[in-house]
């Protein structure tokens, strides 16, 4: 094929890890301060919905080369962790229950989270870390009973979580500021819902391991 047959670049149509790529650079310019929240979300919409590398290079034109070295003009940095809607993936699940009798059990780190998920805490206590969870649906709820017991839920800022429990000589709370103000369109809605009795559910918000304290002050530490 000749060099004149060939499209032009601007007229290929754009992979999912270019149109993530893109979402990732706009993601720091916002972190950076170089886009307002309107502008951001109004910029975010437009990558999902571009076709070609032409309808994304527009939106990252004004912005800041990535540092590091690109196998394309629109490659980011290295390895990231995954944001808003970028958290709903079409994968099997790694569980659908905890269980913690007079012990203690744990979900932490990279996992994916079922549909609903059921975790039961009896004179023991669990916790479930979703700040690098994966969800298999935009909307996830948790189950979250305890007697005599304790479980603590630990968020990101980057998803919508909704608590509807009771507390029964016990709390079923939330702690470490409200959420976002910039939630992604399509990010993950988890719904915590349950009862605590002579016991305590917690939904803390916490920063995740590469956030700074200066990003979400009002957030507690990430550990």
Do not use: C
């Not at 310019?29 to 502008?39: I, K, N, Y």
């Not at 079923?172 to 009795?197: I, Q, W």
Request: net charge negative.
């Amino acid at each position: 094929m000749s060099d004149s047959s060939r499209p032009d670049r601007s007229e290929m149509r754009a992979s999912d890890a270019d149109r993530d790529r893109v979402a990732a650079r706009l993601r720091e310019a916002l972190a950076e301060g170089r886009l307002t929240p309107d502008e951001h979300s109004e910029r975010l919409d437009a990558v999902y919905s571009a076709k070609t590398l032409g309808e994304l290079a527009p939106l990252v034109r004004d912005l800041p080369e990535p540092s590091s070295d690109s196998a394309t003009d629109l490659s980011f940095a290295s390895p990231r962790p995954v944001y808003g809607r970028e958290r709903v993936v079409d994968s099997s699940p790694d569980g659908h229950f905890s269980l913690a009798l007079m012990g203690a059990a744990e979900r932490s780190g990279r996992w994916t989270a079922p549909r609903t998920y059921q975790a039961l805490a009896v004179m023991g206590g669990i916790k479930l870390d979703l700040r690098e969870a994966r969800f298999v649906s935009r909307e996830t709820t948790i189950v979250a009973n305890t007697l005599m017991g304790g479980i603590e839920v630990i968020v990101p800022d980057d998803i919508e979580v909704r608590v509807n429990g009771v507390g029964i000589m016990g709390a079923y709370e939330v702690k470490g500021g409200a959420p976002s103000s910039v939630v992604e369109p399509g990010a993950p809605v988890v719904r915590v819902v349950g009862a605590a009795l002579m016991g305590a559910v917690e939904v803390i918000r916490k920063r995740r391991k590469h956030q700074k304290k200066h990003d979400r002050p009002e957030i507690e530490e990430g550990d």
